[in-house]
């Protein structure tokens, strides 16, 4: 990921025009928590952005560490949670480093819309620190573009969007090649996800830290 490029995103484009910043959180984040699927816990974010989801989390009972790789994104999240009252720690670190700064276990992770943005060669460097900052038996919940998602042109594994990033599209194999060695797969699947702009096919992973 290029971060400098993230961090000049939260600078210079207002949230209400980022496509993956979004307040309510996913219909999917929803449910795991409603349905008790996961219990209030010490979680992380990965790849929080503006703290929406973490802060909804943190409402609903969970304790909450937010990571990204942008100071401004992780400003804006400070702001947001001291604003609405949410006790949340926002950090920024990179995910692909060796996330030095994240001191502690957690016993659940989630990332949402972040692995479309780590292309092959760096996701092995992301999963092993997924896995590292996870106690054992923790799950795990990831959500990233599927190759058969209509939008951005809606072919090839490379994809440009209208701000200029550059996204990657994975198939349900690479997901399950990529975290077997580290996790144990209990959920793999393809779903429909509602976006800013749009609807999207993603791949949904829930799985367990072994």
């Known amino acids: 990921m290029k971060y400098p490029d993230m961090d000049r995103i939260y600078r210079n ?19 795991i928590v409603t349905s008790g699927k996961v219990r209030p816990c010490k979680a992380i974010d990965l790849g929080c952005g503006a703290g929406n989801y973490a802060i909804y989390l943190a409402g609903q009972g969970f304790e909450m560490t937010g990571v990204d790789g942008s100071p401004t994104a992780i400003k804006i999240a400070t702001e947001h949670a001291q604003k609405r009252g949410a006790r949340c720690r926002f950090i920024v670190a990179d995910v692909l480093g060796d996330l030095h700064e994240v001191d502690e276990k ?38 990233c573009f599927s190759e058969k998602d209509p939008q951005f042109g809606g072919s090839g594994k490379f994809r440009k969007t209208v701000i200029g990033t550059t996204l990657y599209f994975s198939s349900e194999s690479e997901i399950r090649d990529l975290f077997s060695p580290y996790f144990l797969i209990r959920e793999l699947k393809t779903i429909g996800i509602e976006g800013k702009f749009g609807s999207h096919l993603a791949i949904y992973a829930w799985s367990e830290r072994r």
């Not at 949230?15 to 996913?26: F, Q, R, V």
């Not at 949402?112 to 992301?126: K, M, T, V």
């Open 13 to 31: 484009i207002p949230l209400d025009k980022i496509p993956w910043n979004n307040e309510t959180p996913p219909e999917v984040l929803v449910n």
């Open 106 to 143: 957690f016993e659940f992770a989630y990332d949402w819309e972040l692995l479309h943005h780590i292309f092959p060669e760096d996701r092995g460097a992301y999963v092993k620190n997924v896995h590292k900052i996870l106690k054992p038996g923790a799950p795990y919940l990831s959500v």
